[in-house]
């Protein structure tokens, strides 16, 4: 008999630290705040606050999964001539497993948490004179987390080798950690160039490879009582160089298309959005008022020799007379998978909010 639930990006993906989710929605290349793009700040002139809320099911070999999370949290300050400011809460990697399996010769349970953020506080201004159609940005990426685990391992009939645990003990193994960045302060900076006119966006960012460390804390119990000494030791690992790149193009007054690439070494995204644009204004009929679009997009981004394929309803509805926009999104594809990992199904939506109460948002500076 065993039991088993997890909250991760994917079951492919479980122990991928550090790799982000696939592209779903090609906001990055044409307003707000963007991780990829801190340029893309400089044409807002009102303050902006956006949240997302994302819900995906996963299945694969019998075996489904279920997450929930708030993957996402930003606010953008624009102080006119002087640039824009921005922060942004990214949550890179979250998941959270238990088994417990039981049977004639073993009894284990497993409880496990692990979560990498990083907080992206970032500066944008436009150019003077003849150039005041091109943005450059910086963003600084402040790394932190931290991971539990419990193994439990119960007594059991046939420990092999280790007949000792079957005297009724229970052995618990306990892991803490926290992650950081070991590089040198320099590296934690990302930036992007970003062009903007009235019915074209295009932008080009850049953020250098990053080396991590998680600091681990181990100990051993034994029964209820007795503990071993506690242990310590470091992993590394590296996040990888990133480079992105977006364009937005606007024609026939409401009809938008927009493109964009990411490439994280030697694997890539891309994601290709039509979007029909509504007037934004309160009385205007719903259809007319509201955007909606679809996109599609090709990800590399999980682990070697994955390769994911997506696809997405979206719309983004205006609320009220202040400016209120509520983004909604369903979204579904398939993860295909060499051996030692498996093929796997997902679908299920996202949710974003730009503005609250009297924040709101605007048309851009031209």
Request: aromatic letters at 16%; proline letters at 3%.
């Amino acid at each position: 008999m065993s039991v088993c639930a997890s909250s991760a990006a994917s079951l492919i993906g479980a122990d991928a630290l550090g790799m982000e989710g696939a592209p779903k929605n090609a906001a990055t290349v044409r307003s707000g705040f963007a991780p990829l793009n801190p340029a893309v700040g400089a044409f807002e002139n009102k303050t902006k606050f956006g949240a997302t809320i994302q819900y995906e099911h996963a299945s694969a070999k019998g075996i489904s999964l279920n997450s929930f999370d708030v993957p996402y949290m930003s606010m953008v300050l624009p102080f006119g001539f002087l640039g824009t400011f921005g922060i942004g809460l990214n949550q890179m990697y979250s998941a959270s497993n238990r088994l417990e399996l039981e049977d004639e010769t073993s009894n284990v349970s497993l409880l496990s948490r692990v979560g990498l953020y990083e907080l992206t506080p970032s500066y944008s201004i436009r150019l003077p004179f003849f150039l005041s159609d091109f943005a450059i940005g910086t963003s600084y990426r402040i790394f932190f987390g931290n991971s539990y685990s419990t193994l439990t391992r119960g007594p059991g009939k046939d420990w092999d080798k280790d007949l000792w645990m079957a005297n009724n003990v229970m052995i618990t193994e306990k892991k803490t950690g926290t992650f950081s960045s070991d590089d040198n302060w320099w590296k934690d900076f990302g930036y992007s160039m970003h062009f903007h006119r009235k019915s074209i966006d295009y932008f080009v960012s850049y953020f250098p490879s990053v080396q991590m460390k998680k600091k681990i804390k181990e100990n051993i119990q034994f029964s209820d009582t007795d503990t071993l000494q506690s242990s310590k030791r470091t992993e590394e690992f590296r996040l990888s160089k990133h480079l992105a790149s977006g364009v937005h193009y606007r024609f026939l007054q409401n009809q938008n298309l927009s493109f964009m690439y990411e490439q994280q070494n030697e694997a890539f995204s891309g994601l290709a959005e039509y979007k029909l644009t509504g007037t934004g204004l309160y009385y205007s009929p719903f259809l007319k008022r509201n955007n909606f679009g679809i996109n599609a997009w090709y990800a590399e981004k999980y682990l070697k020799d994955v390769n994911e394929y997506g696809a997405s309803l979206l719309s983004d509805m205006w609320l009220g007379r202040r400016g209120t926009l509520v983004g909604l999104s369903f979204f579904g594809g398939y993860r295909q998978a060499k051996e030692p990992y498996w093929n796997e199904l997902f679908f299920g939506f996202e949710l974003n909010l730009t503005g609250v109460g009297y924040w709101g948002t605007s048309a851009r500076r031209r």
